[in-house]
């Protein structure tokens, strides 16, 4: 399975992205799928996911009511709509998916599949 993460690049401060995650390979199950976050010197953290059946979207506190998280559960795709962008945003952006149990969707742990990210730069 791989994932493959687009959209990034260079924006200014309020301006806006779209990030894109498709997944090709085999056939797998997933109960959600993830971005999470990561700028240099810092740990991974979360950015947002969207969980299966259902399709609820969780956010981190940081990019609530800037970031839309929409995804198809039967293509494996994954698209962050990122509005009024701040310097912090920047980092590398990384879609993951879960497998078939995981619950915690919060924690880079519960995903099993990870994109090769795509690095976001926002400037002031």
């Known amino acids: 399975v791989q994932l493959q993460a687009s959209g990034g690049g260079l924006v200014q401060a309020g301006g806006s992205l779209r990030l894109s995650c498709a997944a090709s390979?085999?056939?797998?199950?997933?109960?959600?799928m993830g971005w999470f976050r990561q700028a240099p010197g810092k740990e991974r953290e979360f950015v947002a996911a969207?969980?299966?059946?259902?399709?609820?979207?969780y956010y981190a506190d940081s990019v609530k009511g800037r970031f839309t998280l929409s995804g198809d559960n039967a293509k494996k795709s994954l698209y962050l709509q990122m509005n009024t962008l701040k310097p912090e945003d920047t980092a590398g952006y990384y879609c993951?998916?879960?497998?078939?149990?995981?619950?915690?969707?919060?924690?880079?742990?519960?995903?099993?599949?990870w994109g090769q990210g795509t690095e976001v730069t926002v400037s002031s």
């Open positions: 993951a998916a879960s497998g078939p149990y995981s619950v915690n969707f919060g924690l880079p742990s519960s995903y099993i599949y």
């Open positions: 390979g085999r056939t797998f199950s997933t109960t959600g």
């Open positions: 969207i969980t299966w059946p259902g399709g609820s979207t």
